[in-house]
């Protein structure tokens, strides 16, 4: 059974730092791209970053580039989002997802099989 857990959230001041780790079982990451979504109440889920199966590509929205980081460690099928100057509309649930395409630079959920439970990161201003 393929199952994504989240991990890493939770409450921090404007400007402070979360990392996300996103691990994975029933499969390995390798072969596949791995994207992280937010949704925040009341709005619709929204693309963040993805990566490719190598790590050698990534994309991010353009209110987060910069501050936020995805990594993926193959090894111990983890990916991971270092976010970093945190700001209050940053607050929502943040998920992991994977894609059946290897090199995958978008973030549109309808190429993303399967999806993590979530975990809530909220910003205080």
């Known amino acids: 059974e393929v199952q994504l857990v989240e991990s890493g959230g939770g409450l921090v001041q404007t400007a402070g730092s979360l990392r996300l780790s996103c691990a994975a079982s029933?499969?390995?990451?390798?072969?596949?791209?791995i994207g992280w979504f937010r949704q925040a109440p009341g709005k619709e889920r929204e693309g963040v970053a993805c990566?490719?199966?190598?790590?050698?590509?990534?994309y991010y929205r353009g209110s987060v580039e910069g501050r936020f980081t995805i990594s993926l460690d193959n090894a111990k099928n983890t990916v991971y989002l270092r976010m970093n100057s945190l700001l209050p509309e940053d607050t929502a649930v943040y998920y992991c997802?994977?894609?059946?395409?290897?090199?995958?630079?978008?973030?549109?959920?309808?190429?993303?099989?399967?999806w993590g439970q979530g975990t809530q990161v909220t910003v205080s201003s």
């Open positions: 990566i490719s199966n190598s790590g050698g590509a990534t």
């Open positions: 997802a994977v894609s059946r395409f290897p090199v995958l630079l978008t973030t549109a959920t309808t190429y993303y099989d399967y």
């Open positions: 029933g499969f390995t990451f390798a072969g596949h791209s």
